[in-house]
């Protein structure tokens, strides 16, 4: 990388931290079965493990708390999220809520996701203005995915326009707490937790025991 490249890679991550631009990430994992049979009962399984939200907060070491409720705010624990339901996201070590409704559900054939954005917390829980409750704006999304291709099963998370929330009404009293998050917290735990995740979803860990 020549120095014009990394003065203006150093520039983007400046605006980024400010709220200025956005960014896009995805992070994948894979596995392949020995036929189409095991492949195909690979996928039912991580369909399961996809949409059972509640669960991701049981793996393995260092991990955030996810919990799914309802469009009414309540705790659920359906196995199939449905749209206008909410995710709260507790980070590791901190008692700060994230919130994220879910826009998109899709099950198809060989394919099986979910999409969600930054959100407010559920009006039956909050008496206050409406503020994203989310260190990303809401114009952030990520999908969570699980694909078959042939016998390979793989999984994704796919993180879009994702903006620091800590600019105007919509980040509220945490634009700072927002930064702090995004910066420290966040920024070095998310190549962590959805490494975690799409292993689990495609029985990696399963594979190495």
């Known amino acids: 990388m020549g120095i014009k490249d990394l003065f203006n890679k150093t520039k983007k991550e400046v605006k980024v931290l400010q709220g200025e631009e956005t960014k896009d990430k995805v992070f994948t994992n894979e596995q392949e079965f020995p036929d189409q049979a095991s492949a195909r009962a690979a996928f039912e399984r991580a369909k399961k493990k996809l949409f059972d939200v509640n669960l991701w907060s049981d793996l393995e070491g260092i991990n955030s708390t996810f919990e799914l409720f309802d469009n009414r705010g309540r705790r659920t624990t359906e196995p199939v999220p449905q749209v206008g339901y909410f995710i709260r996201i507790i980070l590791p070590g901190t008692t700060i809520e994230n919130w994220v ?109």
């Open 101 to 209: 409704n879910i826009s998109d559900v899709k099950e198809q054939e060989d394919l099986a996701e979910f999409t969600v954005h930054p959100s407010e917390k559920p009006a039956t829980l909050t008496d206050e203005d409406e503020v994203v409750e989310h260190f990303f704006t809401d114009e952030a999304s990520s999908t969570f995915r699980v694909l078959l291709e042939g016998n390979t099963l793989k999984a994704f998370e796919i993180g879009k326009n994702e903006r620091i929330n800590n600019h105007g009404q919509e980040a509220g009293h945490r634009k700072v707490l927002n930064t702090m998050i995004a910066e420290g917290g966040w920024a070095g735990f998310q190549d962590l937790q959805w490494e975690k995740l799409t292993r689990y979803l495609v029985h990696l860990e399963e594979a190495e025991h």
